[in-house]
């Protein structure tokens, strides 16, 4: 890799949502971030806002289309961000899917399931097997964050295909961690509620239904989960971790919930 004292991130998934928000942070933290996703008016659009409000501090963004389960787009969008800024110190594999409405296990076609799976645990690997050559070779070591979920821990009705692939990424978190270790570190975090909206959309929203119910008092935003990713990647703060998963829900998940 040519020498380049700026970091650089992959982050899949990140033309909106937590992934948008992990980029902003990067960018924010003078990182080069490379913003991977299908959605490709969504993912420029969010790269030319991103250099436009945090390109000044260092860090530029690109976007780059990338199906995650597809190994060639996978292979082609590595080689890109190693082309583009001469090294890869961070790979953040956020991409996913899921429902907002759960297909019944009787109903549910083996392609929604395969779908899943093939994005939400494949995609993570691919990412992985493509990105560690460059990830072994960053100063001071490279830095894997795997984004599963709180339903890998909990589960819902009928989230068979969600859940199953996002536990499943905390088994390869541990694996890849056991794998890649010394030079690479992996871990994973399990994102509660998250709303990206608008502040001021959140603060109208229902105290009782919506803030109360999370012991802090409030659901989380991308950018809680994009400062826990930021810990994790950087070797100087997080140098001792890996192999490991950290609940980011607001408390919902250590709270014992009975209807009345």
Not at 19 to 25: F, L, T
Not at 59 to 83: L, M, P
Not at 174 to 194: D, E, T
Not at 218 to 244: H, K, M, N, W, Y
Request: one cysteine or more.
């Amino acid at each position: 890799m040519a020498k380049n004292k700026q970091r650089t991130a992959l982050v899949t998934g990140a033309a909106r949502g937590i992934g948008r928000g992990i980029a902003e942070k990067l960018l924010a933290a003078r990182w080069n971030v490379v913003l991977a996703d299908v959605l490709v008016k969504e993912g420029k659009k969010a790269a030319a806002e991103l250099n436009r409000d945090f390109g000044m501090k260092g860090g530029r963004a690109i976007f780059v289309k990338c199906d995650v389960s597809d190994e060639a787009q996978v292979a082609a969008v590595v080689k890109k961000t190693v082309k583009e800024f001469g090294r890869l110190d961070a790979l953040v594999n956020n991409a996913g899917i899921a429902n907002a409405k759960n297909t019944p296990l009787e109903k549910l076609p083996l392609t929604e399931w395969n779908r899943k799976i093939a994005v939400n645990l494949t995609g993570p690997l691919l990412c992985a097997k493509h990105a560690v050559p460059y990830l072994r070779r960053a100063p001071g070591g490279g830095a894997i964050v795997n984004i599963s979920s709180t339903r890998a821990i909990q589960a819902e009705p009928n989230g068979e295909a969600y859940n199953a692939s996002k536990a499943g990424l905390l088994g390869l978190t541990r694996s890849l961690a056991i794998s890649l270790g010394p030079k690479v570190r992996v871990n994973a975090i399990c994102p509660g509620w998250v709303d990206p909206r608008p502040e001021k959309v959140l603060l109208a929203m229902s105290k009782r239904e919506k803030h109360a119910q999370h012991p802090v008092g409030r659901v989380g935003r991308p950018a809680d989960i994009a400062e826990l990713t930021l810990f994790l990647i950087e070797s100087f703060r997080s140098g001792f971790i890996t192999g490991q998963t950290f609940v980011c829900d607001g408390g919902m998940t250590v709270k014992m919930i009975y209807e009345e």
